[in-house]
């Protein structure tokens, strides 16, 4: 099988966002080409202490996603070591991917923060370039005016379709404009 996958759309849940004192909590993988489309996923659960889930998961932002806070806590259980997770990761970027890994999302710098910090072998393989849609929405939104409404889960898998559904989103706006990739 030839590694076509150029992209590694990442999303995590984590319990906060310090990386220092937060954990993962899911994550999911998405492998696309430069066309954004679908080679490959994966998702997995992290097992974290329901000690540190409880201090952790508090706030405006856990109780206005109560629904999420909920489902994160309940698959808990099932959930895996970090560790396990990392290598399952791996495992699914040697399958599709080559040398160059490209991990890209919304806001993906936070989420790499926490790579960085759990999961330094996955950390090693990544690219030191990012793709983060967050910079084509600054844009967007202040110098066009131009709005998407993603969707509001808060679930790794369902964001990171998003992300990948938002980039799709804004390259259609300037299709047929200097910046429409060129036919090879």
């Not at 954990?23 to 492998?31: D, F, G, N």
């Not at 699914?92 to 999302?105: H, M, N, R, S, T």
């Not at 983060?132 to 993603?150: C, G, Q």
Request: glycine share 4%.
């Amino acid at each position: 099988m030839s590694k076509k996958a150029k992209l590694l759309w990442i999303d995590l849940e984590m319990t906060g966002l310090e990386p220092e004192k937060d954990r993962i909590l899911e994550v999911a993988c998405i492998a696309t080409d430069w066309d954004f489309n679908e080679i490959a996923r994966m998702t997995a659960v992290c097992k974290v202490s329901e000690c540190l889930m409880k201090k952790r998961m508090v706030g405006e932002f856990w109780e206005k996603n109560r629904e999420s806070y909920e489902q994160l806590i309940a698959q808990n259980k099932t959930g895996k070591k970090s560790t396990e997770v990392e290598a399952e990761v791996l495992k699914f970027v040697d399958k599709y991917f080559g040398d160059e890994v490209i991990l890209a999302g919304n806001s993906i710098h936070q989420d790499r923060r926490f790579i960085r910090n759990e999961w330094k072998k996955l950390d090693a393989r990544l690219h030191y370039r990012m793709f983060d849609v967050s910079a084509w929405k600054v844009y967007f939104e202040n110098a066009m005016e131009i709005k998407f409404t993603k969707r509001d889960a808060h679930r790794a898998l369902d964001d990171i379709e998003g992300s990948i559904e938002e980039i799709s989103y804004y390259l259609e706006k300037v299709k047929g404009s200097k910046f429409e990739k060129k036919k090879r």
